[in-house]
């Protein structure tokens, strides 16, 4: 029996929703085919994110949840060795990580926009900051969306900085719509360890876009949504729609990004297996934070 209910459990991580299954063909039509990869259960796609979204159809996605490689604190801190992230022939060009988005008002008057066009009526967005874009960029979001919250994610441990080292990061959670919450109890401070030495740089646990999408979905119930990620990374943010039974799609514009979180999402189909977390990062012992995802 408990093998039986695991083949059923690889096979529904595996099929696509018909809301991707429509979008897998959209995309093929406008990204260059062998851009676009299913995954078990979603659609990566290597592209610029402007060009990704404008892909997309309108009201097709239910949920945003991304951690956006923001380049104004490197642009405008330059603090000594903290400029660069990663390496810079592990970009795709040739350049460093992450400099394909610039997040000058322009640019992320764009995103933005394209973000509202593709989420359904009644949906949700959860935007990732550090404080500086917080500062620079996170106003700007009042003019696209319903801002209900600000949510402060406490890293436990402590990292590098100037005159405050961090150990923390902000996560902006906003509405277009009604989209209520699944419970009146989670708190707006989220004690989830930040990861040390993971195999891709900034890397999120997987615990922290869970505990998004548990935020608005139980778990189990969202076979029928989708969990948009358009700066996919490490791949964190779509593993946790997988763990949490939604569908996902999702773009980065890194070779490496790609064959990471390809690699990732198979291991976690087949073997029930996170190749680049090991550990839980909500140990109880350190968080005291009691789970709703």
């Given at each position: 029996m408990k093998l039986q209910a695991a083949l059923k459990i690889s096979e529904e991580r595996r099929e696509l929703n018909p809301s991707l299954t429509e979008l897998l063909s959209v995309l093929k039509d406008q990204i260059p085919?062998?851009?676009?990869?299913?995954?078990?259960?979603?659609?990566?796609?290597?592209?610029?994110?402007?060009?990704?979204?404008r892909a997309i159809p309108d009201g097709s996605i239910d949920l945003i949840a991304t951690d956006p490689p923001y380049s104004g604190m490197n642009q405008h801190l330059l603090l000594g060795k903290g400029r660069i992230v990663g390496k810079y022939k592990d970009r795709g060009d040739g350049g460093k990580w992450f400099e394909e988005f610039h997040d000058t008002p322009e640019n992320y008057h764009a995103f933005l926009t394209e973000c509202r066009r593709v989420l359904k009526k009644d949906s949700a967005i959860f935007l990732?900051?550090?404080?500086?874009?917080?500062?620079?960029?996170?106003?700007?979001?009042?003019?696209?969306?319903?801002?209900?919250?600000?949510?402060?994610?406490?890293?436990?441990?402590?990292?590098?900085?100037?005159?405050?080292?961090?150990?923390?990061?902000?996560?902006?959670?906003?509405?277009?719509?009604?989209?209520?919450?699944?419970?009146?109890?989670?708190?707006?401070?989220?004690?989830?360890?930040?990861?040390?030495?993971?195999?891709?740089?900034?890397?999120?646990?997987?615990?922290?876009?869970?505990?998004?999408?548990?935020?608005?979905?139980?778990?189990?119930?969202?076979?029928?949504?989708?969990?948009?990620?358009?700066?996919?990374?490490?791949?964190?943010?779509?593993?946790?729609?997988?763990?949490?039974?939604?569908?996902?799609?999702?773009?980065?514009?890194s070779e490496k990004a790609i064959a990471l979180c390809k690699d990732r999402l198979k291991n976690f189909a087949d073997h029930d297996l996170d190749v680049m977390q090991s550990m839980s990062a909500v140990p109880e012992q350190v968080s005291g934070m009691k789970k709703w995802w």
């Open positions: 085919k062998k851009s676009i990869i299913e995954t078990p259960g979603g659609i990566i796609g290597r592209a610029d994110v402007l060009k990704f979204l990732m900051f550090d404080s500086y874009s917080l500062l620079t960029l996170g106003a700007f979001i009042r003019e696209f969306f319903d801002v209900k919250n600000i949510v402060v994610w406490d890293k436990v441990s402590i990292g590098m900085g100037h005159y405050f080292r961090r150990q923390s990061e902000f996560i902006v959670y906003a509405t277009k719509g009604k989209r209520p919450l699944v419970s009146r109890a989670i708190p707006d401070i989220w004690r989830i360890k930040r990861l040390v030495r993971s195999p891709y740089p900034t890397q999120k646990p997987v615990e922290l876009f869970q505990a998004m999408i548990g935020s608005v979905f139980e778990r189990g119930k969202c076979a029928n949504k989708t969990v948009l990620d358009p700066f996919f990374g490490s791949g964190s943010s779509l593993l946790a729609a997988m763990r949490h039974g939604c569908g996902y799609i999702g773009c980065d514009v």
